[in-house]
């Protein structure tokens, strides 16, 4: 079975500073992985997503992600947070036809 | 606009009352389903719909009710709502079921609702 580990449920960091989020997958065969931004009040975004192509995966909003095979990682970077980043992120992978979720990580930008 | 649209956004109620979430797109999108969130859990799925007329449960089917009768409705039914179906509920549509792969179709999330239920 496929599964996903978000390994921090809070991060917070200054505006100007470097993001990073982190997602583990489990899986025993070449995934299928997203993350999810989730603004308060509304609904889930998709950033980017990873499908067997480019292991360095461009989203919106000057994220991307690394996956990484040899580490089982996805994790997602910015090069320097926003205000309007903070927000719930999500790490997602499929697994038999369907979307399965980590547990999400907050995200708090400090001024 | 392409959108899901879910209605209501909020909603209190009481144990046993019956109640409907409704869900709509307009993107002629084949698949549709429902997911809760609960705060450490992530998102869960509730039920699915492959197309009209054809659901079938997720992970978290117990207490719940689908239909889809129309290719752009997928209300959520709750014959008898508990406190522990207190939850934001989440619809999403997309062209097809999600498949691992280069052709996976993207997932359109409605704006949530909340259900508190005393």
């Known amino acids: 079975a496929q599964s996903v580990t978000q390994l921090d449920s809070h991060v917070s960091v200054s505006e100007g500073t470097p993001v990073l989020l982190r997602c583990n997958y489990s899986?025993?065969?070449?995934?299928?992985l997203f993350w999810y931004v989730q603004h308060p009040n509304k609904g889930l975004q998709l950033l980017l997503k990873?499908?067997?192509?480019?292991?360095l995966v461009k989203g919106i909003n000057g994220f991307e992600a690394e996956f990484k095979k040899s580490e089982t990682s996805f994790h997602l970077t910015k090069p320097s947070a926003h205000m309007s980043d903070a927000a719930e992120y999500f790490c997602?992978?499929?697994?038999?036809?369907?979307?399965?979720f980590g547990q999400g990580t907050e995200l708090s930008v400090k001024p | 606009e392409a959108q899901v649209t879910q209605n209501p956004r909020y909603l209190i109620t009481v144990t046993g009352k019956k109640l409907t979430v409704t869900c709509s797109q307009n993107m002629n999108h084949e698949y549709m389903s429902w997911y809760r969130q609960d705060p450490g859990l992530g998102l869960r799925q509730i039920y699915y719909s492959m197309n009209v007329e054809v659901t079938d449960k997720g992970d978290v089917p117990e207490g719940y009710k689908v239909s889809r009768k129309e290719k752009r409705n997928f209300p959520l039914i709750l014959e008898s709502p508990s406190p522990n179906q207190t939850s934001l509920y989440f619809c999403?549509?997309?062209?097809?079921?999600?498949?691992?792969?280069?052709?996976?179709?993207?997932?359109?999330f409605g704006p949530g609702t909340r259900l508190t239920v005393t």
């Open positions: 999403a549509s997309s062209l097809g079921p999600p498949i691992a792969g280069r052709g996976t179709y993207e997932q359109y």
């Open positions: 990873y499908t067997s192509a480019a292991t």
């Open positions: 899986s025993s065969y070449s995934p299928s």
């Open positions: 997602v992978v499929i697994q038999g036809g369907k979307l399965i």
